[in-house]
């Protein structure tokens, strides 16, 4: 799996818009980036996943960079429930490979 | 929604005891996997199972072991705890598809005395 780098923490204000970066400088052509997030007291839940393309649903925003080898999660207004810690993960096939978390970006969101 | 549910919230066990941490997934998932979360060292994969009597070891399998005679139950067992098994432990499972999407349940505090 290709190692991927997020700041340790970060915080916004509510109602806000919200960049989460991640930097995956060794992803491979086929790696898809998927990006998970841990609200407190729970385990880890999906947010989005994309290859090339930048990718929208009804959590967050994908923006992939063009040559692949960062991105960033975008909620569009953040609120108080979105504090969560947020994590990147790439690989080409997570149906038969283990996911690699690493310790993620911790978002605090500033009433 | 798929559920995925972890037996207890909470533990406490004495050094020594054996422990069974069980969790079952109403989804018909091939793919079930355990993880233990330690502050600063993220999620690490004890095993993982893709298939029932199936197992693979993850990242740190020692002192654990796994189960998985049902598609629905995946079981962690502590042979004989230790202080340092203290920690989260996490359920996952996902269908075994390319693009697949694990779903966890809410965790075990396993606290070793």
């Known amino acids: 799996d290709a190692k991927t780098t997020q700041p340790n923490s970060m915080e916004s204000n509510e109602e806000e818009p919200v960049h989460l970066p991640c930097n995956h400088s060794?992803?491979?052509?086929?790696?898809?980036i998927h990006w998970y997030r841990q609200l407190p007291s729970q385990g880890p839940e999906y947010v989005i996943h994309?290859?090339?393309s930048n990718v929208n649903n009804r959590m967050a925003s994908l923006a992939i960079a063009e040559d692949r080898k960062s991105s960033t999660l975008i909620l569009h207004r953040a609120t108080l429930r979105d504090a969560a810690v947020y994590y990147c993960?790439?690989?080409?096939?997570?149906?038969?490979?283990?996911?690699?978390f690493g310790t993620g970006t911790r978002l605090t969101i500033i009433p | 929604d798929v559920k995925v549910t972890q037996s207890s919230r909470y533990l406490v066990k004495r050094t020594g005891e054996k422990v069974f941490l069980e969790c079952v997934q109403d989804m018909d998932h091939e793919n079930m996997f355990w993880y233990r979360q330690d502050p600063g060292l993220g999620l690490r994969l004890i095993y993982f199972s893709y298939d029932v009597k199936m197992k693979e070891k993850g990242d740190i399998p020692e002192g654990y072991s796994v189960s998985r005679e049902k598609k629905e139950r995946f079981s962690l067992i502590l042979e004989s705890a230790s202080t340092n098994q203290t920690s989260m432990y996490l359920c996952?499972?996902?269908?075994?598809?390319?693009?697949?999407?694990?779903?966890f349940g809410a965790g075990t505090r396993l606290s070793v005395l």
């Open positions: 994309g290859l090339t």
């Open positions: 993960i790439v690989g080409s096939n997570f149906g038969n490979e283990k996911l690699t």
């Open positions: 996952a499972s996902s269908l075994g598809q390319q693009l697949d999407i694990q779903y």
């Open positions: 060794t992803i491979s052509g086929t790696d898809y």
